[in-house]
């Protein structure tokens, strides 16, 4: 029988601590004709576009103007050294010019790379709908902290694959110093345990990772999905080119 991705984060535990091991290849985005510029949109009186995050249906969380007329989703992994790469070079100006301006908006999808995804995800959405990003984009910065955690215990982390899932989650948790890390940001030791024993929420989410890759072609992180389409790059710098050509300027 053919295990799905969510079988698999649940049954066993993939020992990838590689820095780079996002799995997602070296593309360019397709070409395809200039629009005309947008106009900037002008938020609620009183608010910014970028203060506005909200869950989506399909399991993101959105920041900025619902009805922007560009529309980009990134599939992060927490444990992807690309992700974190473009958090640094490419998100705040992303944030500050782009999702300000009305005419983007920036939904996150966290997507299952391996099973240090899980807690981690399990973790940052433990909160209000609002912290995840701000969340996310702190722990993309923190991250390395996490591999050196790891690796300095290769044994104990092996051995958590042995484990039952929950026990699995809160044992590479611990272990990564991600309980720590959230504790240290609103996510409190108890609170943090409950929704790391959440494994009908892991399922959920090894699900949806499931199903990006079917609907989009994700096979790796960071993906950019724009309006629909897949544009098959991977960094701030292939990426901005293309909301510019889309009319982001």
């Not at 029988?1 to 593309?27: F, I, Q």
């Not at 940001?185 to 699900?207: P, W």
Request: overall charge neutral; charged content about 20%; glycine content about 8%.
């Amino acid at each position: 029988m053919k295990l799905t991705r969510s079988r698999l984060l649940l049954l066993a535990l993939p020992l990838a601590l590689g820095l780079s091991a996002c799995g997602k290849k070296d593309e360019v985005g397709a070409g395809a004709e200039t629009a005309a510029p947008i106009a900037k949109i002008a938020p609620p009186a009183g608010k910014a576009w970028t203060d506005m995050i909200s869950a989506t249906p399909d399991g993101g969380y959105l920041m900025g103007n619902p009805q922007a007329p560009l529309k980009l989703i990134e599939f992060g992994a927490l444990s992807c050294s690309h992700c974190a790469a473009f958090s640094k070079e490419g998100f705040p100006k992303l944030k500050d010019e782009y999702i300000a301006s009305g005419r983007v908006s920036y939904e996150l999808r966290l997507f299952m790379l391996n099973a240090l995804d899980v807690p981690a995800a399990l973790l940052a959405t433990c909160g209000s709908p609002e912290a995840v990003i701000p969340l996310s984009e702190q722990f993309w910065d923190w991250q390395p902290n996490m591999f050196t955690n790891l690796q300095k215990d290769e044994a104990r982390f092996k051995a958590l694959a042995e484990q039952p899932p929950a026990q699995r989650f809160a044992g590479i948790a611990q272990l990564g110093g991600m309980t720590d890390f959230f504790a240290a940001r609103g996510i409190a030791a108890d609170q943090g345990a409950k929704c790391l024993s959440d494994t009908a929420k892991a399922t959920e989410l090894a699900n949806r990772t499931d199903k990006a890759t079917k609907d989009f072609n994700v096979t790796g992180t960071p993906t950019f999905i724009l309006n629909g389409k897949n544009l098959e790059v991977a960094s701030w710098q292939e990426l901005e080119p293309l909301l510019q050509k889309a009319g982001a300027r």
